[in-house]
T-cell receptor
């Protein structure tokens, strides 16, 4: 399968711990997005990369959140000092910069539960 | 920024048509999308429409766009139990690379 891959699929952690999620996009896709989805809500934009450059960050992305895409391929999203309000599904998506439709291809998500 | 609103639930009988509605606020939205999310799976693009179109048909799916009212609808003909899922409306302006999603409409198809 050459779709978007996210790991881990599920993470349960205690409040105050740090967690890191990894996203492997479709190989030729140069754009990579992170969204957060809570129960009953649609995906909320967090941040976006074109190649290795982080071009936009949402106000939702507090100082405890950091995302990287060091070689323009996979990306990591780290949450430091987790809080219960961070519990959500973290979605990664990728796309081609020259896509006519702007379609995003989503991974299955990484579900975070903060106890 | 863009704000996208959808009704939360729709229940239909198998074989009937389903119509899922969406309103958006950004009149400069150039691309409008419908994504489908099945349980435990990521979102998948179902169909899209450009703002210079009023209607797009793709097999059982019909998308209608009313730019004046900023209203988008998705009609699924002959709805099947396999169509049960959450359907997200999303919009993106031509100057942005970031789609904004609605809260999703949960479609339940019963026999």
């Amino acid at each position: 399968d050459t779709g978007v891959s996210q790991n881990p699929r599920h993470k349960i952690t205690k409040r105050g711990q740090n967690v890191t999620f990894r996203c492997d996009p479709i190989s030729e896709h140069n754009r990579l997005y992170w969204y957060r989805q809570t129960l009953g809500q649609g995906p909320e934009f967090l941040t976006y990369f074109q190649n290795e450059a982080q071009l936009e960050k949402s106000r939702l992305l507090s100082d405890r959140f950091s995302a990287e895409r060091p070689k323009g391929s996979f990306s990591t999203l780290e949450i430091q000092r987790t809080e219960q309000g961070d519990s959500a599904m973290y979605l990664c998506a990728s796309s081609l910069a020259n896509s006519v439709t702007g379609e995003l291809f989503f991974g299955e998500g990484s579900r975070l539960t903060v106890l | 920024g863009e704000d996208v609103e959808q009704s939360l639930f729709l229940s239909v009988r198998e074989g009937d048509s389903s119509v899922i509605n969406c309103t958006y606020t950004d009149s400069s939205s150039t691309y409008l999308y419908w994504y489908k999310q099945e349980p435990g799976a990521g979102l998948q693009l179902l169909t899209y429409i450009f703002s210079n179109m009023d209607m797009k048909q793709d097999q059982r799916l019909t998308v209608l766009l009313n730019k004046k009212d900023k209203h988008l609808s998705l009609r699924i003909a002959d709805t099947q139990t396999g169509d049960s899922a959450i359907y997200f409306c999303a919009g993106k302006s031509g100057g942005s690379y970031i789609p904004t999603f609605g809260r999703g409409t949960s479609l339940i198809v019963h026999p």
